[in-house]
């Protein structure tokens, strides 16, 4: 008999709670408004409803959410993660409700970016509101449940005082919450005032040993393989915090408990795969190639979720160590690996100023060689990157979008799909009408240049992409693609 | 890099301004502690978070706790600092 009696519940909408049908590149629409299709159909290509047990329980979730409830449960909590449709029952006897998102409000890109090109509201946003809305957690609120929001879109609440008034949310916490969560839910348990807001300092994060390890699985089977970045991106809140790398025996535990429950994937997930065991900013072979082989040795599908261009550069020249992982992980000659990857920008200038070391160990000034570079050993290798290019950074000039236009066009003939993700200052979210602020006419033509771009490799791409889904999914992704492809003509986007 | 002490700050609201205390002007005094716990008393719930908002691209590397209303925690301080206070 299952004790589901949990004080603890965490949880999150139906755009975060899925597996996106095991492609994660499909979670990208989440952070759209439906695009020429209903809502629902958008919804059900991007984000099924997750297989649960029979008290609710979903069979994969974000991984977040699995950390912060290994965290309660190695402190001895009653917690558990719920998928949203199954509350009811458990927000009855539940003190404390948790949740972790990615983009609340929409706000962070590329949601904010869609907001803006199409005047409507993304489905993140639309989702996460009927979330809240629920009647068993507006229940549950008038009976004295708390709320704790967090996850790396914490910081919106802040800018959203209305709705934190409106649903009663108790605490916000920004930052690593592992160690934090444990205090905050114990005060909570015991009926002690809870803090409207915590930031996790530098001090206060997880030591690598602290870090919890999942217990159940988690979405595509993603496991962390280290964290922070020693990169300092002017735009990145990753940078600041303290680097750790996992051990192999702490990933092989989490890829145990993912194999354990039936997945037949995992998902490397690091802000830069190739730094993995690195020396600084240089990869080094034999810990990736011990970290793939082990990681092959429990799956058939081993997905990367980040890697840099300067590392992929730099593993390829000295020890041709992409050639070497790919063969590890691709399963044969029609198999590809997708990644994502930044671009940011095609300025040097730009580039030496908001990301100087992304380059490193290369020159901040030589940024659009070594793109164009490392396109060309992913594209050898049949590593796809979806690449960002960040636009609306302060201080962007009509010459620096101009180097970016050039690049994306000399990426033109290399298998990948490249993303504008549109910069929306925090000052201006004051405004309520923030979303329609208009792109520059130079942004623009960079964004007609990258749905260019992609619509040339999608076709290509989405044969591989889309082989083992179901059908329906695939003929409506397909017929997705063929009105935006007619849309864009029609337009004279393309 | 911060040390481990840890400061306790009062910040009460001036009933004789409409003026809100924003952390920008104190944010350069936490780089000395690990944590900070503040206690924001007579603020509405929407005001604390207005004036936390500069927080969020301040890169601060000191742990911040912020209690709305008087808050009495067993902690050690080994500061204390009293903001807005009338007279």
């Not at chain 1, 001895?76 to 006897?93: C, E, F, Q, T, Y």
């Not at chain 1, 990869?283 to 261009?309: C, T």
């Amino acid at each position: 008999m299952v004790n589901d009696n949990f004080d603890v519940v965490l949880s999150v909408d139906r755009t975060l709670m899925t597996n996106h049908h095991g492609k994660e590149f499909l979670g990208f629409m989440t952070t759209g408004p439906p695009i020429l299709v209903p809502e629902k159909v958008w919804m059900a290509i991007a984000a099924p409803k997750m297989e649960v047990d029979d008290i609710g329980r979903p069979r994969e979730a974000p991984y977040g959410l699995r950390k912060i409830e290994a965290a309660l449960l190695d402190a001895g909590i009653k917690a558990a993660v719920i998928d949203p449709d199954h509350l009811g029952k458990h927000l009855k006897n539940a003190k404390v409700l948790g949740i972790g998102h990615h983009d609340y409000f929409a706000l962070g890109p590329p949601s904010s970016e869609w907001w803006v090109l199409t005047g409507k509201e993304p489905v993140n946003a639309r989702y996460f509101k009927r979330f809240m809305e629920k009647p068993e957690i507006r229940a549950a609120k008038n009976n004295g449940l708390k709320i704790i929001v967090g996850g790396p879109a914490a910081w919106q609440w802040l800018w959203m005082p209305e709705y934190f008034e409106k649903w009663g949310v108790d605490t916000i916490i920004e930052g690593e919450a592992e160690k934090i969560i444990v205090s905050l839910v114990k005060d909570a348990l015991d009926g002690k005032p809870l803090p409207q807001y915590v930031y996790v300092g530098f001090k206060d994060v997880p030591l690598l040993e602290e870090i919890p390890l999942i217990k159940n699985a988690s979405v595509n089977g993603l496991v962390e393989i280290m964290r922070g970045c020693p990169r300092g991106c002017r735009f990145c809140s990753v940078t600041l915090r303290p680097l750790r790398h996992y051990t192999l025996e702490m990933i092989e535990k989490e890829l145990q408990v993912n194999k354990s429950a039936g997945l037949d994937r995992c998902l490397l997930h690091s802000e830069d795969i190739l730094l993995y065991g690195a020396d600084g900013i240089r990869p080094k072979p034999e810990p990736l190639i011990k970290l793939h082989e082990m990681a092959k040795s429990y799956f058939e599908i081993v997905g990367w979720s980040h890697v840099s261009l300067s590392a992929v550069k730099y593993a390829q020249e000295n020890y041709s160590l992409i050639s070497r992982l790919s063969e590890i992980v691709l399963r044969n000659e029609y198999d590809f690996i997708g990644v994502e990857v930044g671009i940011e920008t095609g300025s040097p200038k730009l580039a030496e100023r908001i990301m100087p070391t992304k380059a490193a160990p290369y020159p901040a000034h030589s940024w659009p060689e070594i793109v164009k570079e490392a396109f060309s050993i992913m594209h050898d290798s049949r590593i796809v990157p979806a690449a960002t290019i960040i636009l609306g950074v302060p201080g962007e000039s009509t010459e620096d979008l101009v180097k970016t236009l050039e690049l994306i066009d000399e990426l033109r003939h290399f298998r990948s799909l490249i993303v504008p993700m549109y910069f929306v200052p925090m000052g201006v979210l004051k405004n309520r009408e923030w979303y329609r602020a208009k792109p520059s006419k130079e942004q623009l033509e960079i964004m007609k240049a990258c749905l260019k771009h992609d619509l040339y490799w999608i076709r290509d791409l989405s044969k591989w992409y889309l082989k083992d889904m179901n059908p329906f999914v695939k003929y409506s992704l397909r017929l997705v693609i063929y009105l935006v492809e007619k849309m864009a003509k029609l337009f004279h986007l393309i | 890099m911060s040390s481990d002490k840890m400061l306790q700050i009062i910040v009460k609201k001036k009933s004789s301004s409409g003026d809100l205390c924003k952390f920008d002007n104190i944010i350069s005094l936490f780089t000395k502690y690990r944590r900070v716990v503040v206690s924001m008393q007579g603020f509405e719930r929407r005001e604390i978070l207005e004036a936390i908002r500069p927080l969020t691209t301040a890169n601060i590397s000191t742990t911040l706790i912020v209690y709305n209303g008087r808050y009495e925690g067993s902690e050690d301080y080994d500061e204390k600092l009293v903001i807005g206070q009338d007279g």
